[in-house]
């Protein structure tokens, strides 16, 4: 919301590019980044389930108070928590859909992705609708605070009727054919030596260039460059996600017949005409069906990015989650840098070093081309 509501957010604030960027990006996600990667380490451990229902609860807090708040330092807290709470819950979720995936993470974080592209659907309609009714990004917070909150509540009735009280849970309760855990800090330090999944996990991070930030600079493109009203440039982000559900469900169905990796290489090629189209169109509707064809080409990036990286690892997914974190400087510095770009250079060429992205993930897919060779536990 404060992505699609970007012309807003800086109008409100009374932020430059630059500024926005810091306060509603690079700062938020340090202190999310903090905060969630203490606790997804711990996710191995803990109910993962349990943590679903925490994280959505804070998360529709965090909601509120950035809805409330009108002030810069205000607006990076909220994001900040609900940037964590928000990775909590969804990381316990994946890692619970993972451990489960019996040897097809791949499709699996792609049907995942499928549902997430759907929110980033809903997320810019709800922002330009709230716009275009005369409110600002605050009252789409508002909105999606209370439908959080209404989720909440119907995850813990879940979580609640599949494990009644007294009962043990699956961790408490091991299967006599089950091999023994690997320590948490076992698994950690093999973790901390295996080059491939830090190349895969920052392959991941990269992923975040053609995601919120593409968004962001579109709509900043198309109302300070192109004259479009704040509610349009907060409507056609929607473009974008169409085509990553339309991609997802492409890949969902491709990757059962050609292998990970040849998906990535495709997709990388075609993902980077689709961003060198982006930053020639200049008209409202070109920018649209560009936006479109750019979201179908980087929709399989990062779930076959994660799959890859929780390969290398299995059984500890909360573990890859947690070293995922430190590649926070990636998405940390490329906001701030894009938005140096765009207030020296102009919002053109910030779009241009998008292709950054789709190169990380063509040469990580031709580097890393054999099966993960697994270590034993130790």
Do not use: N
């Not at 926005?20 to 990006?25: D, G, T, W």
């Not at 990036?301 to 299995?314: F, S, V, W």
């Amino acid at each position: 919301m404060a992505v699609a509501g970007a012309p807003s957010v800086e109008h409100e604030l009374r932020l430059s590019h630059r500024g926005y960027v810091l306060f509603a990006f690079a700062l938020p996600l340090v202190a999310a980044a903090v905060l969630e990667a203490g606790v997804a380490l711990l996710s191995d451990v803990w109910d993962r389930a349990r943590l679903v229902v925490l994280g959505q609860a804070t998360l529709a807090l965090s909601l509120a108070f950035t809805a409330w708040t009108s002030s810069p330092w205000g607006l990076t807290l909220g994001l900040a928590l609900a940037g964590a709470t928000s990775g909590v819950a969804c990381s316990a979720a994946q890692a619970i859909l993972v451990a489960g995936a019996e040897g097809d993470a791949d499709r699996t974080l792609v049907r995942w992705s499928i549902f997430g592209s759907v929110g980033d659907v809903l997320t810019p309609l709800v922002t330009a609708a709230a716009i275009a009714l005369g409110h600002s990004y605050r009252g789409a917070m508002a909105a999606v605070a209370v439908f959080v909150a209404i989720q909440c509540v119907l995850s813990a009735r879940l979580v609640r009727r599949a494990k009644p009280e007294g009962e043990p849970s699956s961790a408490e309760t091991p299967d006599a054919d089950d091999p023994p855990e690997v320590p948490l800090r076992v698994a950690l330090r093999r973790a901390l030596r295996m080059p491939r999944l830090w190349t895969w996990l920052l392959a991941a991070a990269s992923c975040t260039l053609l995601d919120e930030l593409v968004l962001a600079l579109s709509a900043l493109r198309l109302q300070g460059d192109r004259g479009a009203s704040a509610a349009l440039a907060a409507a056609v982000a929607v473009c974008f996600s169409l085509g990553t559900v339309a991609g997802d469900a492409l890949a969902d169905r491709v990757v059962e017949r050609v292998s990970p990796r040849r998906v990535l290489v495709v997709s990388a090629v075609l993902c980077g005409l689709a961003v060198g189209a982006l930053v020639a169109v200049g008209g409202t509707a070109a920018t649209c069906v560009v936006l479109f064809a750019a979201g179908v080409a980087c929709a399989p990036h990062h779930p076959l990015a994660m799959a890859r990286a929780y390969a290398e690892l299995p059984d500890h997914p909360g573990t890859v989650q947690a070293v995922g974190q430190v590649f926070v400087v990636v998405e940390v510095g490329a906001p701030v840098v894009l938005g140096l770009v765009a207030d020296r250079f102009g919002l053109g060429p910030a779009l241009a070093c998008l292709a950054v992205q789709p190169l990380v993930i063509l040469v990580c897919a031709l580097a890393l081309r054999s099966p993960p060779k697994h270590e034993p536990p130790g």
